[in-house]
């Protein structure tokens, strides 16, 4: 089977069209993705959703390195993955004792190939995950989602996305949650 669509991590969010992934409840299948190797094939997968997941997973470095290494191996060139997770520095991240691991863009560029080798062409010392871990993931789009804190203090419409940006490196609560998408690169 291949072009597979994965919803890990469903919790009670069961999304038509795709095969439904959770330890607890009802899922379509009941599988621990902390529990290695995961039970699809290699290549078969076009398509993973991480849907408020990944930043329960991995609290152990080698597992989140894992999860990733299983991701890469189940999809096939080109697939998407895309990745919803509250904002480090929200409450929704912190005042939940099950979120284990910070989840961010910098961090999940950290698994490009293309990234890596561009910082040590300019003599970066970000980790070169995707080289060591031989996996490739492309950072494709990045959204943020302002808090009702960041509409209180600006209540204008539209969202000047840089100053957002800016406000949060120095306040908590003006990001809800990061969207991020990847592209498994083989």
């Excluded at 409840?25 to 997968?45: A, R, Y």
């Excluded at 849907?51 to 894992?66: P, S």
């Excluded at 969202?159 to 940006?165: A, E, H, S, T, Y």
């Amino acid at each position: 089977m291949e072009n597979l669509k994965l919803n890990l991590g469903c919790g009670e969010r069961k999304i038509p069209g795709y095969i439904n992934v959770d330890k607890f409840g009802n899922p379509d299948i009941k599988h621990n993705l902390e529990s290695f190797p995961w039970p699809w094939e290699t290549d078969s997968v076009s398509q993973i959703l991480l849907i408020h997941v990944l930043e329960h997973l991995g609290k152990d470095v080698e597992t989140y390195f894992r999860i990733f290494q299983e991701m890469y191996r189940i999809c096939n060139h080109g697939a998407k993955i895309r990745i919803i997770v509250p904002h480090f520095r929200h409450n929704f991240f912190y005042d939940d004792p099950t979120h284990v691991r910070v989840v961010t863009p910098l961090g999940l560029e950290l698994f490009s190939k293309k990234a890596n080798k561009e910082w040590a062409r300019l003599g970066q010392s970000n980790s070169p995950l995707g080289l060591y871990l031989d996996i490739d993931f492309e950072l494709k789009e990045t959204a943020i989602r302002p808090s009702s804190d960041w509409f209180r203090l600006h209540p204008e419409k539209n969202v000047d996305i840089k100053l957002l940006q800016q406000e949060a490196n120095i306040y908590n609560n003006l990001i809800e949650q990061y969207d991020m998408l990847l592209e498994v690169i083989k």
